[in-house]
Each structure stands twice: as structure tokens, then as C-alpha cells.
């Protein structure tokens, strides 16, 4: 990589990136971790081995906590809980977009109905930015009000083969 005039290399090179990916395989079985296995059974991890995890988790839904062997052969995915995060910038987004594009169409609409596109066309570019940072600022704060889990997915120890779903079996 060039960095102004000298060339710059990575002092970690591969064995960096083998010490990364050691230490990502094994952050799904440590104890105390909150883990959901193949999508829907979320559980904290009380003790892992080779063979799987022993989950505390309420299983069935709402029937309280118990402790639930899960072997790594019959899991399709692994993911570790890693915090939450909110959504103000997607709403945003989201707010501007809606709002700039209703106004705007609806000014260009009123504009040739009324033949005035002439003189109003600064006033519609305008009015067309101020609604959509208004209803920008709106998406950003319902986004802020939504707040969704974040899920790592870390590797199946032993491997994780193709396994294909049958539909009905």
C-alpha cells in the first residue's frame, strides 16, 4: 500500500489474519456467551465441548429456563450476540427520500398544470429540500426509537458441511 511517496506493508500479514481467525472460530462456545442457533433458539452458553453446547434457554417459548444440549452435527448456523444498535441515519434516510420525492412530484405536477414552471421552479426546489429534511429529521427519530439486535455468525466447530434443507421432511 502507498502512503504518500513510501510504500507501507502490514507488519501482521497471514499470520495476523490465522490469529484473527483462531480467535473469531471460539468466541461462540465461551460460557456466559448469548448465542442462537440455526435461527431460532436463543440461549446463553453454560458449557461447550466437542461434541456441542449446553444452552439455558426457554424452550419451549415461555415454558421457563432449562438446560438444552444442542450438538454441533444438527446445527445450520451459530451466531453471537454482539449488542444492539439503532436506526436514526437509515430513518433518515429513509424520511428525506420520502418527502423530497412526494413534494417535488407534487410541485412539477402543480407546476405544468398550472403552466408556471418558469417562475416557481427555485420555489419548488426549495420547498422540495425543506419538506425533505423535515421528514428526514421525523425518520431519524423514529430510527432512533428502533432499536435491533446485532448477531455475529462465527464458525460450527468440526467443520460445517452443506447441509440442504428437504421442504416436508
Same mark, same amino acid.
Given at each position: 500500500?502507498?502512503?504518500?511517496?513510501? @510504500? @507501507?506493508?502490514?507488519? %501482521?500479514?497471514?499470520?495476523? @489474519? %490465522?490469529? %484473527?481467525?483462531?480467535?473469531?472460530? =471460539?468466541?461462540?462456545?465461551?460460557?456466559?456467551?448469548?448465542?442462537? =442457533?440455526?435461527?431460532?433458539? @436463543?440461549?446463553? =452458553?453454560?458449557?461447550?465441548?466437542? &461434541?456441542?453446547?449446553?444452552?439455558? +434457554? +426457554?424452550?419451549?417459548?415461555? +415454558?421457563?429456563?432449562?438446560?438444552?444440549?444442542?450438538?454441533?452435527?444438527?446445527?445450520?448456523?451459530?451466531?453471537?450476540?454482539?449488542?444492539?444498535?439503532?436506526? $436514526?441515519?437509515?430513518? %433518515?434516510?429513509?424520511?428525506?427520500?420520502?418527502?423530497?420525492?412526494?413534494?417535488?412530484?407534487?410541485?412539477?405536477?402543480?407546476?405544468?398544470?398550472?403552466?408556471?414552471?418558469?417562475?416557481?421552479?427555485?420555489?419548488? =426546489?426549495?420547498?422540495?429540500?425543506?419538506? $425533505?429534511?423535515?421528514?428526514?429529521? &421525523?425518520?431519524?427519530?423514529?430510527?432512533? &426509537?428502533? *432499536?435491533?439486535?446485532?448477531?455475529?455468525?462465527?464458525?460450527?466447530?468440526?467443520?460445517?458441511?452443506?447441509?440442504? *434443507?428437504?421442504?416436508?421432511?
Amino acid at each position: 500500500m502507498i502512503v504518500g511517496r513510501r @510504500v @507501507v506493508r502490514p507488519w %501482521f500479514g497471514s499470520a495476523g @489474519v %490465522f490469529l %484473527f481467525l483462531t480467535a473469531s472460530s =471460539v468466541s461462540g462456545q465461551q460460557p456466559g456467551d448469548s448465542v442462537r =442457533v440455526s435461527g431460532d433458539l @436463543v440461549g446463553v =452458553v453454560v458449557d461447550a465441548d466437542s &461434541a456441542g453446547l449446553l444452552l439455558s +434457554a +426457554a424452550y419451549p417459548p415461555y +415454558a421457563g429456563l432449562r438446560n438444552l444440549e444442542v450438538p454441533y452435527a444438527g446445527m445450520r448456523s451459530l451466531e453471537v450476540w454482539g449488542g444492539t444498535r439503532r436506526h $436514526g441515519g437509515r430513518g %433518515f434516510k429513509l424520511g428525506f427520500v420520502a418527502g423530497a420525492i412526494t413534494t417535488g412530484g407534487l410541485g412539477w405536477l402543480f407546476c405544468y398544470a398550472y403552466d408556471s414552471c418558469d417562475r416557481d421552479a427555485s420555489s419548488i =426546489v426549495a420547498a422540495t429540500v425543506v419538506v $425533505g429534511l423535515l421528514t428526514g429529521i &421525523a425518520g431519524s427519530l423514529i430510527g432512533l &426509537a428502533i *432499536e435491533t439486535d446485532i448477531w455475529n455468525p462465527v464458525p460450527i466447530p468440526g467443520g460445517l458441511s452443506l447441509r440442504l *434443507e428437504v421442504p416436508g421432511a
